[in-house]
């Protein structure tokens, strides 16, 4: 069955600097997402992304962040200078052919992100 | 401000028994309702999705109900087994359908 794959699965960084995760969504969606759950907090839409562009992002998603496709397969959010605060596991997410999230949503397994 | 309220305290109920859960949001018009099961360190598990139109939406031992008066959803596990012990999420979708929102989760403990 095909999945939403996540690399690195643990990220450890000091803070200021950059780190980027990756993701591989399903091969045949069209829609992307990122999320973020703070440890024993609930899970918070960052941004969605279509037809390579932002469709909808949310206050997080400040200037610190973006995100990518850069080519046909991966979907990248960069976060440019770390804060502590951003210490979170990142959820990539992929949805179908139409509609967005009128339709099931697949979620990958997370990257842990640890600035220090 | 948008609200998404689900009972943060753990719901334990015996093997075979029904668990409900109860999601309520407030100054939120969402064209869709979703819920999610979340196991420990993974990510969240589409199960259902109800539209605003829909009474109610039912899945194998799964249902889920919205009700846009009281602005509210029910989500019901029938003859739940210890494997349904888990995190479950309800999310509301924005009518450009670009945008979910979550709720904090209420954990579901199911004993034998």
């Known amino acids: 069955e095909p999945e939403v794959t996540q690399t690195p699965s643990h990220q450890v960084t000091q803070m200021g600097q950059e780190v980027i995760l990756r993701c591989v969504p399903i091969s045949n969606h069209l829609y992307f997402y990122w999320y973020r759950q703070i440890l024993g907090q609930k899970v918070e839409f960052l941004v969605s992304f279509y037809n390579n562009e932002i469709s909808e992002k949310s206050e997080i998603f400040d200037d610190q962040f973006s995100v990518e496709r850069p080519d046909g397969s991966n979907f990248t959010l960069k976060i440019r200078s770390t804060k502590l605060e951003d210490s979170a596991m990142y959820f990539c997410?992929?949805?179908?052919?139409?509609?967005?999230?009128?339709?099931?949503?697949?979620f990958g397994p997370g990257t842990r992100l640890t600035v220090l | 401000s948008q609200k998404i309220e689900q009972n943060s305290e753990a719901l334990n109920i015996q093997e075979g028994k029904t668990a409900t859960l109860t999601c309520n949001y407030t100054n939120y018009s969402p064209a869709y309702l979703q819920w999610y099961r979340q196991d420990p360190g993974r990510g969240p598990v589409f199960l259902l999705l109800i539209r605003e139109n829909e009474k109610e939406k039912r899945k194998e031992r799964l249902k889920v109900t919205f009700d846009t008066t009281l602005k509210q959803s029910l989500f019901h596990i029938t003859a739940s087994q210890p494997a349904d012990s888990a995190t479950y999420l309800c999310a509301l979708v924005n009518n450009a359908g670009n945008m979910l929102t979550f709720g904090g989760g209420t954990r579901l403990m199911v004993k034998p």
């Open positions: 997410a992929s949805s179908g052919n139409s509609g967005g999230l009128r339709n099931e949503q697949f």
